[in-house]
């Protein structure tokens, strides 16, 4: 049973500490997307990658936030410093473009707490 | 203006009560239209596709009104097993590059 998978499930931290968030893709995906979910906020796309190359980071912020694909199995999504509003839940998901189902399969995200 | 609206909710029905959720869309290009689904403190996960034509998927039916840029589900006959939340999600691109918009979501409860 093929899922995506995240870690570290929940992470509390204090405000200025480096988070590192991991995922691993579906094997054979070829898409990884990250979002943030705030009750406030909804599903917010942070960025978007394709064979491992970065399509679209426009709804990171840039001065804190980076992501990375270091190869095919693993992407990962870091903040640093952290601040008390990026406290949300963080999702990984992937997909198989263009010859897949035009679905995207989440992991269980990372719950994140910033103090 | 955000790509995707939905009606936030909270509907609370009763159990085998029909209710029906809307949504619009922004990007008139947009080509590909889901309903996903998300359990309390759970990852969403597809319910289903939504065609031009509408479609069925047992008691939810989905439909898509281009000109209006809307898009609805209904659910018949609810279940306490359906209460979620339901997030209506455009893919605007013309290719399946699973590039996805989702709405907020819209909660439902369904009580004994």
């Known amino acids: 049973d093929a899922r995506v998978t995240q870690t570290p499930r929940h992470k509390v931290t204090e405000m200025g500490q480096e988070v590192t968030m991991r995922c691993q893709p579906i094997?054979?995906?070829?898409?990884v997307f990250w979002y943030r979910q705030t009750m406030m906020q909804g599903l917010e796309l942070l960025a978007y990658f394709r064979n491992r190359a970065p399509l679209d980071d426009s709804g990171m912020p840039k001065d804190r936030f980076s992501a990375e694909m270091p190869d095919a199995t693993l992407a990962t999504l870091k903040i640093q410093p952290s601040e008390p509003r990026d406290s949300a839940v963080y999702f990984c998901?992937?997909?198989?473009?263009?010859?897949?189902?035009?679905?995207?399969?989440f992991g269980p995200g990372t719950r994140l707490t910033v103090l | 203006r955000k790509e995707v609206e939905q009606d936030p909710g909270p509907f609370n029905v009763p159990e085998g009560a029909t209710v029906a959720f809307n949504c619009t869309y922004s990007?008139?290009?947009?080509?590909?239209f889901f309903w996903y689904r998300q359990d309390c403190r759970k990852e969403p996960k597809l319910l289903m596709s939504v065609y031009s034509s509408g479609n069925e998927d047992g008691r939810f039916t989905a439909q898509l009104n281009r000109a209006s840029q809307y898009i609805s589900l209904l659910i018949r006959d609810s279940k306490l097993s359906d209460s979620a939340t339901y997030l209506c999600?455009?893919?605007?691109?013309?290719?399946?590059?699973?590039?996805?918009?989702f709405g907020a979501g819209t909660r439902l409860t369904v009580k004994p």
């Open positions: 999600v455009v893919n605007p691109w013309g290719d399946n590059n699973n590039d996805m918009r």
């Open positions: 990007n008139s290009a947009s080509q590909s």
């Open positions: 998901a992937s997909g198989l473009a263009p010859r897949g189902p035009n679905e995207q399969f």
């Open positions: 094997l054979g995906h070829n898409t």
